[in-house]
């Protein structure tokens, strides 16, 4: 990735609260604690999902700056939405923890040398080492992915109220 692409990505992933918001301005609270189908997730818990996946990024990110090498820590997402009881947690808290954490991952991306960039980590999940194009991809495209899912849940939860 040139630095024309990187900081494309960079601008993309600073959009991403602001999409997330728009795209919420169109789903009813009301729809918000609808679940599809046993197991499924609601918007709610989408948001709760958010907030801990954006702190997860924050924290990684941070840590490939200053620990290079190092070792970042995965997390099951499933295991986390039952354990931390999703579904009763506050979903105004859950976005303004994840519109801080994305401020200010936004704010540091902006201020990062090229040589940074160049830096990895070793996450879990990857059979190579992880980089910050790997970061940035994932955290980029995060957004629009669970939008996509939250119109999903809204369309199904309209669809039933017929």
Not at 1 to 13: C, G, H, S
């Amino acid at each position: 990735m040139n630095q024309d692409e990187r900081n494309a990505r960079i601008e993309e992933y600073g959009r991403g609260f602001d999409e997330l918001t728009a795209a919420l301005a169109g789903i009813p609270r009301e729809a918000w604690e609808f679940v599809p189908a046993p197991g499924d997730w609601s918007v709610h818990d989408v948001l709760v999902h958010m907030a801990d996946s954006e702190t997860m990024g924050a924290l990684r990110l941070r840590k490939m700056i200053a620990e290079p090498g190092s070792t970042l820590m995965p997390y099951a997402e499933a295991k986390w939405a039952e354990a931390l009881s999703y579904r009763n947690q506050n979903v105004d808290d859950a976005l303004q923890t994840f519109r801080l954490a994305r401020q200010t991952t936004y704010r540091l991306l902006k201020t990062l040398t090229d040589e940074v960039f160049k830096q990895s980590a070793v996450h879990p999940e990857y059979d190579r080492p992880y980089t910050f194009e790997d970061w940035l991809k994932s955290y980029a495209e995060h957004v629009p992915a669970h939008i996509g899912q939250m119109k999903t849940i809204h369309k199904t939860w309209k669809e039933r109220r017929k």
